[in-house]
């Protein structure tokens, strides 16, 4: 009896024992991973510092280098290894504000909710205009307009002359009913972006025209702001052969639908403005954090695990969201782990990019730097080194699965790795892509590379480059169970008998984000 219960017993184990046997989790370490991510965390005094002691961070601005040299001298205080500023390949010159304002002058005196374009010109000193207002920013309507331009600061005519009530909260998570597992592309850009080059030269072109007409400044507002949220995002002037024609400035959208209004009803308007910018092309590369936790095996520790998010960010924040939270976070995986003690059999790697917002042209530069160009998929020796690249950027909701980016063979290695944090919502794995950020620089070449599921929060409503992209805005909670979860991950990876599978090679093909002109 005792010998039927016994081989009953262990014919109910044998699937749980292969199970194990092809995807072991070392539940101790998940254990001691968990409370100190959770219990220990660093995350609200690593965000502090990178958002509001170093400020706001645009690719290859004073903020960002500053920034860029706090994150390299923390990680060496830990005790991370080759922690240093790469450069990843040219980028165009510097900017920086020393100052910024503009208010209504007529009909009466009020402050304005305004911040320049970024790598916009300043203007000569505080300069007061009136007010003119085209149909299109068009060299049609700047002809049409004729010398009434000459002196003045213009405004586009709003499409939508009223403000449609916000009756949907701002921030969001997915529901315990949302199937994770089905979740579908996001964020894929579909087609070449090389078809918007003909647009960004009119863009320009346009520009040129209005300077060369004598306007003063630009003035614009964002369709989709409003409460004094504003998205001071875009701008082609860091680039070689790209000049700011004219001081251009983002305004909230209540504040030029007053100006729209007054205009209309025949009133003047009148505003000054002031805005000291200081461009640099003195270093006009781009740079990249780098730093390791070496790996100890010896047959091993020439292979990389590696994590990251972007760095840089617009200038209206101090970009907490989009990506603080992302270099925080991964910031707060080497720090978990170098806590822990933990001796990889491969060599971990952070990396913190640039220009992302350019283009992704930070993790871009360096993956044509070490592994190979997606054009002519000529590889090179390191690219088969790296096992897997986790990437954070959508904000700081809690993770709550990953996009496997179409590579089926991950799915039960990750559904094992997720299944001990379960509790803390982390549970879709769906084959859909996600895009627009650093990950797919690294799938353009067969790197098996993934971004993180995450729940929505304020990201797109709110803080994603926006003013409102601040401290405040962080989910302090969320981003420690991220962090913890991403550190089980890299942990799991790193000691794995085997490298991650991968899909098979894609053909030779031009990176949607290698393009001849500046986004």
Request: aromatic share 10%; charged share 20%; hydrophobic share 40%.
């Amino acid at each position: 009896m005792r010998r039927i219960l016994f081989t009953a017993a262990a014919a109910m184990l044998l699937p749980i024992c292969l199970f194990a046997q092809e995807e072991p989790v070392d539940q101790a370490m998940m254990q001691k991973i968990r409370t100190e991510g959770l219990e220990h965390s660093q995350i609200a005094v690593i965000a502090h510092y990178l958002t509001d002691v170093n400020g706001p961070r645009l690719t290859n601005s004073p903020g960002y280098k500053n920034a860029a040299k706090w994150a390299a001298q923390t990680m060496q205080q830990w005790g991370i290894k080759n922690t240093a500023l790469e450069p990843w390949g040219e980028f165009g010159k510097s900017w920086s504000l020393a100052q910024s304002y503009l208010s209504l002058k007529a009909p009466y005196f009020q402050p304005v909710i305004a911040y320049p374009k970024a790598w916009s010109i300043g203007t000569k000193g505080a300069v007061t205009a009136d007010v003119i207002m085209l149909d299109t920013l068009s060299e049609a309507a700047i002809d049409q307009a004729g010398a009434a331009i000459k002196g003045k600061i213009v405004i586009i005519r709003p499409r939508d002359t009223t403000i449609v009530s916000a009756f949907k909260a701002y921030a969001t998570r997915y529901t315990d009913t949302t199937d994770l597992n089905k979740l579908p592309d996001m964020y894929m850009v579909h087609g070449s972006l090389s078809q918007y080059k003909e647009y960004f030269e009119k863009v320009y072109a346009v520009r040129r025209y209005l300077a060369a007409k004598g306007a003063v400044a630009l003035l614009k507002a964002n369709p989709h702001g409003r409460d004094g949220t504003l998205f001071a995002d875009g701008g082609q002037y860091y680039a070689k052969g790209y000049n700011s024609p004219l001081p251009e400035m983002i305004v909230g959208t209540e504040e030029l639908l007053r100006m729209y209004r007054l205009i209309n009803s025949g009133h003047r308007v009148q505003l000054e403005m002031n805005i000291q910018s200081k461009s640099d092309s003195t270093d006009t590369k781009g740079y990249n954090v780098v730093g390791e936790i070496p790996g100890t095996d010896k047959d091993l520790k020439s292979q990389l695990v590696m994590i990251g998010g972007h760095l840089d960010s617009w200038h209206s924040g101090t970009g907490a969201t989009d990506d603080g939270a992302g270099c925080i976070v991964m910031m707060e995986v080497m720090r978990i782990l170098k806590t822990l003690g933990v001796q990889p059999k491969r060599t971990i790697r952070i990396a913190l990019w640039g220009g992302e917002e350019q283009g992704l042209l930070g993790s871009f530069g360096y993956v044509k730097k070490h592994y190979g160009n997606p054009a002519d998929m000529q590889l090179k020796p390191e690219q088969k080194n790296v096992s897997a690249y986790y990437n954070l950027d959508n904000g700081s909701g809690k993770i709550r699965g990953i996009f496997i980016q179409g590579n089926e063979a991950v799915r039960p290695i990750f559904k094992s790795w997720l299944a001990p944090f379960a509790d803390l919502g982390a549970t879709g794995i769906t084959s859909s892509n996600t895009g627009s950020t650093d990950h797919l620089s690294f799938d353009a070449v067969g790197i098996p590379g993934f971004q993180f599921i995450q729940d929505p929060l304020e990201y797109e409503t709110r803080t994603h480059h926006s003013n409102m992209d601040t401290y405040d805005h962080l989910s302090m909670d969320d981003m420690k169970q991220a962090a913890t979860i991403i550190a089980a991950f890299v942990y799991n990876t790193a000691q794995r008998a085997e490298m991650m599978p991968r899909k098979p090679l894609p053909k030779p093909e031009r990176f949607v984000f290698d393009l001849d002109f500046p986004l």
